[in-house]
């Protein structure tokens, strides 16, 4: 089992739609949730963290976390062709600092 | 304020070459990431400084990979004869300190021929 999994996708919702994509991780002491946006050919960038179970906003977006389930989710509202990209679920695990990053879900908004 | 960067932006070496990769972490960060992204996967670990100190190496694929960090602030990743598997993304990302977010720079394209 994948320490932190993702649906690779893609994942394709009309523009305007709520887009949600999903994680589940595998370390039940997981403390710190992060999620990534990458763009094609370019570096991930940091979209919300998220540390206490329960909803998260930030604009457009949601981030969701239930450690009973261990899972993490976001929303994305009202979507954008420019939304499209791969999202990255990132958890740290316990006793450490570093990320372990899931595959990505390739996230398709069509105009 | 400025971010992460990286050099270089792409290296392309002959197999078994020696090759360095830098990275200036955003100023006053003390913790420093290096990972490696192959396509399609998300990254992967390599190694992670907190100041001059390499605090966990356990992502280091072999003892041909080597990383410093001697004065806190830029590292840079050392790969020693180079192999066609070392062909990735190798992300630099820093942090306020270990436990805060993670900002990634833009990567060096690292191809070995």
Request: hydrophobic share 30%; aromatic share 12%.
């Amino acid at each position: 089992q994948k320490e932190v999994e993702q649906n690779s996708g893609p994942l394709s919702v009309p523009e305007g739609a709520i887009a949600s994509l999903n994680c589940t991780y595998s370390d039940r002491g997981s403390q710190s949730f992060f999620w990534y946006r990458q763009y094609s050919g370019k570096s991930p960038e940091l979209i919300m963290s998220i540390y206490s179970n329960g909803d998260k906003e930030d604009g457009r977006f949601t981030a969701q976390l239930n450690k009973a389930s261990q899972y993490v989710s976001l929303l994305i509202r009202d979507s954008q062709p420019s939304d499209s990209a791969t999202y990255l679920c990132a958890v740290i695990g316990s006793g450490t600092y570093k990320y372990i990053f899931g595959t990505g879900t390739r996230l398709k908004v069509l105009a | 304020g400025a971010g992460v960067s990286q050099t270089p932006s792409n290296k392309v070496t002959e197999k078994g070459k020696y090759v360095e990769l830098r990275c200036d972490p955003i100023s006053g960060h003390t913790a420093l990431y290096w990972y490696r992204q192959s396509l399609g996967q998300g990254p992967e670990f390599l190694i992670y400084f907190q100041g001059t100190g390499a605090a966990d190496d356990s992502g280091l694929p072999n003892d041909r990979f080597f990383a410093v960090r001697p004065e806190g602030s830029v590292s840079t990743l050392k790969i020693q004869r180079t192999e066609r598997g070392d062909s990735a993304v190798y992300l630099c990302a820093s942090s306020l300190n270990f436990r805060g977010e993670k900002y990634f720079g833009p990567g060096t394209r690292l191809t070995v021929t």
